[in-house]
């Protein structure tokens, strides 16, 4: 692990935890060590979001609702709202629909409005079943050995143009990617890649 990660992860709760909607699950071990009772995960308000949500909260976290098709911009102040107090987010960058791996642009514009660090997470098991869904579902099986990779830290500036908020959206999908595919081959996996798609990948989130 990074030691800037370290030292976020250590000393301070109010962070932007960013990973790929498919390692969803992974999350529970990242946090194991932290107190759930301050991690908000950014949930869909459609249906399906509404079934995570339940399952997420019978782990000890908590749900904040929003994307970009239903209260994206009241999601962004509830989320402010949430680190100014002290409590940790998490994003999945590429939800609720895809396109798989590939990084909008909302947890950039929440470390923007906040001044806290994005802290891209991921994580792999050793036996596995990989559903065949937009997100390529990842589902750890019984008895698997596991680990929790964590990128650099992106900080992203308060005032930063049109054109530098695109890098750091390149910078976090890149980091997810690089993190992931480590992940995979650390147990002899098959890489599963980004949706290749011609949309443009940094609509809000």
Not at 43 to 57: F, M, N, Q, T
């Amino acid at each position: 692990m990074p030691e800037d990660t370290r030292r976020y992860l250590e000393q301070e709760s109010n962070i932007i935890g960013c990973f790929w909607h498919a390692r969803m699950i992974m999350m529970f071990h990242a946090w194991k060590h932290s107190d759930r009772s301050k991690f908000h995960m950014l949930i869909s308000a459609h249906r399906d979001g509404r079934v995570i949500a339940k399952s997420i909260e019978n782990l000890g976290f908590k749900t904040v609702e929003g994307s970009s098709r239903r209260g994206g911009a009241s999601a962004l102040v509830t989320l402010k709202r949430t680190l100014d107090k002290g409590g940790a987010i998490g994003v999945t960058p590429d939800g609720p629909k895809g396109p798989r791996m590939r990084a909008k642009t909302g947890a950039i514009k929440a470390a923007q409005m906040t001044g806290r660090p994005i802290l891209p997470v991921t994580g792999g098991v050793s036996n596995r079943k990989v559903f065949n869904s937009w997100d390529r579902f990842f589902l750890p099986l019984p008895f698997s050995r596991g680990i929790i990779l964590w990128g650099t830290p992106i900080i992203v500036e308060r005032d930063a143009s049109k054109e530098e908020l695109e890098l750091y959206r390149e910078q976090l999908e890149n980091q997810l990617n690089e993190l992931t595919a480590e992940a995979d081959l650390t147990f002899g996996h098959p890489v599963i890649y980004p949706e290749k798609t011609e949309k443009p990948a940094n609509a809000s989130a």
